[in-house]
């Protein structure tokens, strides 16, 4: 049996979005999934519920999402394809990798079984890496914490933390934009959702605020 790995919190799960106590979800979520994983996916909560408590989101929907976002990430290619599949998810998907695929097959996972119903948080977790056009708050949240959580050490993270502090949805344009350069500057296949997200966040921002927007 895999040790446990619990991180003491504040957050009571009431049992509207999901029939789990954080207790369960969090001992879900470590035997699912690698020491070295679970350990980010804290960290991400972590991130996340400083944001929360920031922009005044609901807890309880942030910690969900947060807990639940790397569900999948290390499932097996060969599953996460006959999800996609038998899922009736974006075909598409299967000419790109296992990054794309984790989260919208998460959450269709924690959908199937778990009984999530929420719509703020299914989308907080499908969109986590490429994001959407179009996200709710929760989503938003996901999106940055997983970008900014403590153990991430990239050239760019750290500028995303400060206007974290500041402006989520700046944060978010900043983030979209960094990403899209890194795949080009890798010659990597970009899937589509990805342009929409930032022609949505980055570019829009830049036109509203064009004298703030920060690349």
Known sequence: MKKKNKVNGTIKYTGKYIQLSRDELMDTMDQSMSSRRFKHVQRVEKTALEL?????????????????????????????????????????????????????????????????EEEDIFEAIAY????????????????VADFIEPKRAFKGVD?????????????????????????????????????????????SHKEEHNDSFVY
Do not use: C
């Open 159 to 203: 500028l995303a933390r400060e206007l974290a502090d500041k402006d989520l949805r700046q944060t978010i344009a900043y983030i979209s934009s960094h990403t899209l350069s890194h795949l080009l500057r890798r010659k990597n296949k970009i899937y589509p959702r990805a342009i929409e997200t930032y022609n949505a966040w980055a570019v």
């Open 128 to 143: 986590h890496t490429i994001g959407s056009p179009e996200m709710k708050e929760v989503a938003q949240i996901i999106y």
């Open 52 to 116: 929360a408590e920031r922009y005044g989101v609901e807890k309880e929907k942030v910690s969900i999402a947060a807990l639940a976002h790397d569900y999948a990430k290390e499932r097996p290619d060969e599953e996460m394809r006959d999800l996609i599949i038998s899922e009736n998810l974006d075909l598409d998907m299967l000419q790109f990798g296992t990054n794309i695929w984790h989260g919208p097959i998460g959450a269709v996972l924690m959908r199937n079984e778990f009984g999530l």
